[in-house]
């Protein structure tokens, strides 16, 4: 009678001991998860549904050309999206010279503070290129991009992850940057402008992506990003093949200027994920029929998967 009453007591111990050891875990997890209980939900709760309606709401504006009525509509669309999900919001506005034009230029950048340690900025760009230069028909040839997928796509992915990063906290610090005046003049204006003048300071690493919504999406290899920040492409590559999303990421090797490069100027590992193998590009049929929800999904939830279990342990953390 003894022994079977020490045995229960035993038993109730163990199975104390167990719970309050499952406990604190599922509290760390929660705690490095941001409050969620596992990767899958966070990953499952970016909706590429709500990206692509973001994406067909920018081309809806018209070409967001600097010093366009649609493009000053761009700007302010933008930082009303944002602030939605962050308090912590930036714009920069800056003037550029081009061909002895001036042209006003905004970046809107949002900040999602993490639990701890490093920032990592996203980044892309939301203007459009002036001109359909690589039209079939050359009398279109004059006219602006539409930009569904180059310029709308990045930003309406970067918009949706700001929505889920207000839910869930980061275990580093997010920067979501939206620059303009990528596509014209001198290039990457935005950008510069950003590292020149970091607000509110210069992140550890940058992400960059442009032209992500290809519904035949195919990743470039992008060649400034592999051969000056191997290591941050690699973490990169790691989170799409944890999601099953490697076939999207075999692009061919080719060399980018794009927002990335700024960075990796200024000493920062930065990367471009872009698919640049993208029929469309710079001519008058980069519309939202050529895209796909799809796409926008696998490099959100490739993002948000580098967030939350990548970059800990790509900072070695
Ligand atoms: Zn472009």
């Not at 905004?106 to 999602?112: I, K, L, P, Q």
């Amino acid at each position: 009678m003894r022994a079977i009453a020490f045995t229960i007591a035993l038993c109730a111990a163990v199975l104390l001991a167990l719970v309050v050891s499952l406990k604190g875990c599922s509290d760390s997890i929660t705690t490095r998860l941001g409050g969620a209980t596992d990767i899958w939900t966070i990953l499952r709760s970016f909706n590429e549904e709500n990206a692509f309606k973001l994406l067909k709401e920018q081309v809806a504006m018209g070409a967001r050309v600097p010093n366009t009525s649609a493009h000053q509509r761009c700007a302010v669309w933008l930082e009303t999206q944002l602030r939605k999900y962050t308090a912590q919001l930036h714009r920069q506005q800056f003037e550029v010279i081009w061909r002895d034009k001036k042209f006003k230029l905004t970046n809107v950048v949002g900040v999602f503070a993490g639990s701890s340690g490093e920032t990592l900025l996203i980044g892309t760009h939301w203007d459009c290129h002036p001109s359909a230069e690589n039209d079939e028909d050359k009398s279109k040839r004059g006219e602006p991009v539409p930009g569904a997928n180059d310029g709308a796509s990045g930003t309406a992915v970067l918009i949706e992850l700001a929505r889920v990063l207000s839910i869930y906290t980061p275990p580093i610090t997010v920067i979501i940057a939206l620059f303009d005046g990528e596509d014209f003049g001198e290039w990457v204006y935005g950008s510069r402008h950003f590292v020149s003048n970091p607000v509110p300071y210069m992140p550890d690493a940058a992400i960059i992506i442009d032209m992500i919504g290809d519904a035949n999406l195919n990743v470039t290899r992008e060649l400034n990003s592999i051969e000056h920040s191997r290591r941050l492409w690699e973490a990169v590559m790691e989170s799409a093949k944890a999601l099953q999303y490697e076939k999207h990421f075999e692009g061919d090797a080719v060399r980018i200027l794009d927002d990335h490069v700024p960075f990796i100027e200024a000493g920062k590992p930065a990367i471009l994920l872009i698919d640049f193998e993208y029929p469309y590009w710079h001519t008058t049929k980069d519309t939202p029929d050529k895209c796909s929800p799809k796409s926008l999904g696998v490099i959100g939830r490739t993002l948000l998967h580098f967030i939350f279990i990548g970059a800990k342990k790509f900072w070695g953390n």
